[in-house]
């Protein structure tokens, strides 16, 4: 009788162990004690306006392969943006310089890390530079507007001049909204606010100083992607000869079109191919 009892206490905490030893397996696996690295780096940095729960030895990788590490991150003194320095490689010095860094998550609850897009500029980041184009974590908020069609842009923090625009209607028009034009991102709303003494919403907008030759007479719109998709910017160029520069105020803007606004449009202005009614009634009222 004391055989089997002691076989079954003996597989009982043969299988504890093993258990034990699969957790401290997948610890190791999903957290940085696996990211440390050993060898010779130089350093980079970049800045996100938001990393999630990015933490210090996460991996840096590109195309999925590691080929670094996050050495620190601190928060820029007077601002909202995380300064992120990052140790890479000394093998991999032939980043570009437009490349883009956005703070990516390993599977549906891993750790997050940072993945390095390869740009097309001919010329590599030194030693020490900054990666300027960035993608902070994306929040639960921001994967549901894409889903409807509201899209993103990666940001420019540090390379972006900003103007405003004032709207007296921008309906679910929010922060971090993209500002496109021809479709295309090329900024983000960085802030609405109504203005006490117009009483109607001034935003500002952040444009990346690659698109720094957009006259000043555009138009700005508040458009919405699809159906019920979320909000966005549009600019309409125009076509005079001198170009929107930091502080700069549009002053051509179209407000976001609310479903009453086109209900009542269609209400008053009839159905296509309705005639409006006529005086038939009086002409006939003076028969005889």
């Known amino acids: 009788m004391s055989q089997p009892r002691s076989s079954y206490a003996l597989g009982t905490g043969l299988f504890i162990v093993l258990g034990f ?52 991150i601190a928060l820029i003194p007077g601002s909202d943006v995380a300064d992120v320095k990052l140790a890479i490689d000394r093998k991999y010095q032939d980043i570009p310089r437009d490349s883009v860094a ?13 993945g390095i897009e390869y740009g097309t500029a001919k010329q590599a980041l030194e030693p020490g530079g900054t990666i300027a184009l960035t993608k902070p974590a994306q929040q639960l908020e921001e994967m549901l507007g894409k889903f409807f069609g509201a899209g993103g842009v990666a940001d420019n923090l540090g390379g972006t ?10 309906g679910a028009l929010s922060p971090g909204a993209p500002v496109k034009m021809a479709g295309v991102p090329i900024g983000v709303v960085q802030s609405v606010r109504v203005d006490p003494l117009k009483l109607d919403a001034k935003v500002i907008l952040a444009i990346d100083k690659r698109y720094d030759h957009i006259p000043d007479d555009s138009a700005a719109a508040v458009f919405t992607s699809g159906l019920i998709g979320t909000q966005y910017v549009a600019i309409q160029p125009g076509g005079s000869p001198d170009m929107l520069v930091q502080g700069d105020e549009m002053i051509l803007t179209q407000s976001a079109m609310q479903l009453e ?28």
């Open 21 to 72: 030893a699969a957790l401290a397996y997948l610890a190791t696996q999903t957290s940085s004690i696996a990211n440390v690295h050993q060898g010779d780096t130089y350093a980079l940095e970049a800045r996100f306006a938001n990393i999630g729960q990015l933490k210090e030895r996460a991996p840096v990788k590109i195309a999925g392969v590691r080929i670094g590490q996050v050495q620190s």
């Open 161 to 170: 001049y900003t103007v405003s625009a004032s709207f007296t209607n921008v």
């Open 261 to 288: 606004d086109l209900i009542g449009k269609f209400l008053v202005n009839g159905a296509p191919g309705e005639k409006p009614a006529t005086g038939a009634g009086k002409t006939g009222s003076r028969q005889h």
């Open 102 to 114: 956005a703070v990516f998550t390993s599977g549906l609850l891993g750790d997050q890390y940072i």
